[in-house]
Nanobody, 119 residues
Framework: QVQLTESGGGLVQPGGSLRLSCAAS????????MGWYRQAPGKERELVAR???????YYSNFVRGRFTISRDNAKNAVFLQMNSLQSEDTATYYC?????????????WGQGTQVTVSS
């Protein structure tokens, strides 16, 4: 079993920045895709960004150019640098990691970290 520990959320003013971190631990055999999702109150969870084991990245349109995802394979960690934050970015952010072929039994979620953008 894999455990994900997130950190870095908080309260920030519009236009500010935050950096989220997520570290995987436990019985890890082959981390494949690592990513971040978010869920705002009353809305469905949505993909923010993801990065493959080979370093290929994908960003949702609403964060492209403002957020940067990166990973440290040696530490099984993934990061999300968030710049130019807007009130619409307020949500709980979840780390997601999958192993091997990314089948459901090897798909893991963090507990979530709150990001609030407000003046």
């Amino acid at each position: 079993q894999v455990q994900l520990t997130e950190s870095g959320g908080g309260l920030v003013q519009p236009g500010g920045s935050l950096r989220l971190s997520c570290a995987a631990s436990g019985s890890i055999f082959e981390v494949n895709v690592m990513g971040w999702y978010r869920q705002a109150p009353g809305k469905e969870r949505e993909l923010v960004a993801r990065v493959t084991s080979g370093g290929d990245t994908y960003y949702s349109n609403f964060v492209r150019g403002r957020f940067t995802i990166s990973r440290d394979n040696a530490k099984n960690a993934v990061f999300l640098q968030m710049n130019s934050l807007q009130s619409e970015d307020t949500a709980t952010y979840y780390c997601n990691v999958c192993e091997g072929l990314c089948d459901p039994s090897h798909d893991y979620w963090g507990q979530g970290t709150q990001v609030t953008v407000s003046s």
